[in-house]
């Protein structure tokens, strides 16, 4: 599945994009899956929880694929 993000700021970091979207039921909750590293930035794993995210990067979480524009 691919959801579209439009940002409305220059970035949003990485665990508040997951809460945002609803794919997680909490901050703590986006905090431990980016950890545990089930997330990928542009087909590379981000451990980072607070990764500036900008137009035109890929997030992937399981099956669901972000776009960020």
Same mark, same amino acid.
């Given at each position: 599945?691919?959801?579209?993000?439009?940002?409305?700021?220059?970035?949003?970091?990485?665990?508040?994009?997951?809460? @945002?979207?609803?794919?997680?039921?909490?901050?703590? !909750? *986006?905090?431990?899956? =980016?950890?545990?590293?089930? /997330?990928?930035?542009?087909?590379? @794993?981000?451990?980072?929880?607070?990764?500036?995210? !900008? *137009?035109?990067?890929? =997030?992937?979480?399981?099956? /669901?694929?972000?776009?960020?524009?």
């Amino acid at each position: 599945m691919i959801l579209p993000f439009e940002l409305e700021a220059e970035y949003i970091e990485l665990y508040k994009l997951l809460k @945002v979207l609803d794919l997680v039921d909490s901050g703590g !909750e *986006a905090k431990m899956l =980016i950890a545990e590293g089930h /997330v990928l930035r542009n087909g590379e @794993v981000e451990t980072r929880k607070r990764a500036k995210i !900008e *137009a035109g990067e890929t =997030i992937q979480v399981a099956d /669901v694929i972000i776009e960020v524009e």
